[in-house]
């Protein structure tokens, strides 16, 4: 049941967008990014005397496409993953990784480049694993053995997102986005973090150009019918 709940959220958040995108806008261009992920900011605690996480600094890969309906507006989906790696508990291991569909205002500055105000939603999984075994640990006064997991888990939380992004016209972006984990639930709402560098390449130049002359030809077209009515 959860595999086909992902499975239906990913296609309206991303494939659906996808398949309109010829009609309704065309592909502005491809990036790739590193950067950086902070789950839960405030949630967890990291020491016996109750201090709390603030940046973990995850590192992150991520990859999205910009689909431009116009000068102003655009649809961003978007892929990242953290690198797996070992939690506080060395014993475990976790990554997290995300399906987000973005959309965003293009606002033109003086120097050329563009900032993106981001806002959207998605999908994020996380999957902790462990090979099995026992571990020891502080109780109470002394110390205890606990088992560990054999196997791995994925959780899966809708979450919402905004952000802002300032794309260059050197062929990068730098980008900051927050995310909303259970938004309707102010007992369990929790909020994450990601930043990080893109480098962006437009592989679809010449497929926007003809799409530009197809809509020019159409227009005049249009235009000549209304004039010789």
């Known amino acids: 049941m959860k595999s086909r709940l992902t499975a239906t959220i990913f296609l309206c958040l991303v494939l659906l967008p996808m398949a309109f995108a010829t009609e309704w806008g065309q592909i502005e261009d491809v990036s790739f990014g590193v950067g950086s992920f902070t789950e839960h900011i405030n949630q967890v605690q990291i020491d016996r005397a109750g201090s709390r996480n603030s940046f973990d600094l995850t590192p992150m890969l991520s990859a999205n496409m910009e689909w431009a309906f116009n000068e102003s507006f655009s649809l961003i989906p978007e892929f990242a993953i953290t690198l797996p790696e070992s939690g506080?508990?060395?014993?475990?291991?976790?990554?997290?990784y995300f399906f987000l569909a973005d959309g965003a205002y293009k606002l033109k500055t003086e120097s050329s480049g563009i900032i993106y105000f981001l806002a959207g939603g998605g999908l994020a999984l996380k999957t902790l694993s462990?090979?099995?075994?026992?571990?020891?640990l502080?109780?109470?006064t002394g110390t205890a053995s606990f088992p560990l997991p054999d196997g791995s888990s994925t959780s899966r939380n809708l979450v919402l997102d905004f952000g802002i992004k300032y794309k260059s016209n050197y062929d990068f972006s730098v980008l900051a986005k927050g995310m909303v984990y259970n938004l309707s639930s102010s007992r369990n709402r929790s909020f994450s973090f990601m930043m990080g560098v893109n480098w962006h390449w437009d592989l679809f130049a010449d497929a926007r150009?003809?799409?530009?002359?197809?809509?020019?030809?159409?227009?005049?077209?249009?235009?000549?019918?209304i004039k010789n009515k």
Do not use: L
């Open 138 to 140: 502080q109780n109470g």
């Open 88 to 96: 506080r508990d060395p014993n475990i291991k976790r990554f997290s």
């Open 130 to 136: 462990s090979s099995g075994g026992s571990e020891t």
């Open 209 to 225: 150009v003809k799409t530009n002359q197809r809509n020019r030809i159409k227009r005049e077209e249009k235009d000549w019918i």
